[in-house]
DNA sequence: ACATTGACCTGAGAGC
DNA sequence: TGCTCTCAGGTCAATG
C-alpha cells in the first residue's frame, strides 16, 4: 500500500483528524518498531503534548508536536493510519496507539511488521540519517536534476525510480505505473535513456503521482487509462488490450505492457 | 563504488 | 479440511 500516494492521504487524514488535541496516552504494542529510542522514552516525549502539523517526506510522515518533536511514522508494506472512537473499531494489528483528549485514537498498524516509529529533529535530519534523495513531488526536483540521476546509473529505469537514495517515494507498484504511462519498457538501462525518454518519464512521474493523490490512493478510483487496477484481475492492458506480462526487473515483479512498452536495448 | 540478492515479518491464496 | 509453497505495494546488510 504505502508509496508516495498513499503516504500523502495518510498524512491528510492525520491532518484532518489528530492536530491541536491533547495526547493523554500513547500505548506501544509492538515494541521492536521503535527504533532510535526505547519505548518509554517516546511515550515520554508524546504524553501531555499535542500535534501541531504534519509533513511528509518520500515514504515518510512527520508529525510535529507544539513542543518541537517529531513523530516519525514509515509504513512498511503494510501499514496505514485510523481514528476512531470504539474499541470495537481499533485495527487488528495496532502496534502504536494515541488517546487524544476528546476519548478518540489514533492507530498506527501495520500487519508484516517493517514499518518503523520513532523521533527526529526535523524534516531536515530525517532525510540526512536515511540519505534519502528528493521527494518526487518536491518543487526543486527539476528536469536537469532528475536527468542527472539515470545519466549516471546503470540500473534498470524501474530500479532507479525505486531507490530512495535517488528519489524518495516511489515504489514497486507506481514506478510500474509511470513507465507504463511513459512507453518505457521497465527493464531499460537508465543511462541508455535520451533526453525526449527522461522528458517523458519525468512528467509521468508528475501526472500519475498527483492523480493517485487526487483519486485518494485508492485503485477503484483511478483513471481507465492506468494499468494498476489490471495486474490483479484480467492482466489486459487498458491502452491496447494486448495482455499484461509480468517479469522479475531488479528483484521485483513488474507488469507491463510488452506492445506498448518496447524493449529498445540491443541484446 | 555500485548493483543485485537474501533476509526480515506475517498472512492470503494456490495447488495438492 | 489441512498442509506446504509462493508471493506481497519496503528496506538494508551482505555479496559479487
Redesign the pocket.
Known sequence: ???L??VEVFKRYLQSTSLHKDIEDVKIC?K?LVEGLSSSELIKTLKGDRFESAARH???LLAKTVRGKHLVL?????GFLKYFKEEADQP??TRLLIRFSNGYHLAYDC??????IGLADSMKTLVKE??LGPDALDQEFDQTRFNKIFA?????VK??L?????I????????DEILFQARMYPGMT??RLDGEDLDGVYSQMHQVLYTAIEAG?D?RRFPSSFI?PH??TDMICPRCNGEIR?E??????A?YCPRCQKDRSPD
Open positions: 500500500m504505502p508509496e500516494p498513499d509492538t521492536n518520500g515514504k515518510y514509515h509504513f512498511g508494506m503494510t487488528s494489528h500487519q508484516r511488521k517493517l514499518g518503523e536515511k540519505s549516471k546509473t546503470s540500473a534498470a530500479s532507479a525505486m531507490n530512495r537514495k535517488y524518495a517515494g516511489i515504489g514497486n507498484i507506481y514506478s537508465s543511462k490512493a485503485p494498476i495486474r490483479r509480468k522479475k526487473i531488479g528483484g521485483r515483479s507488469y
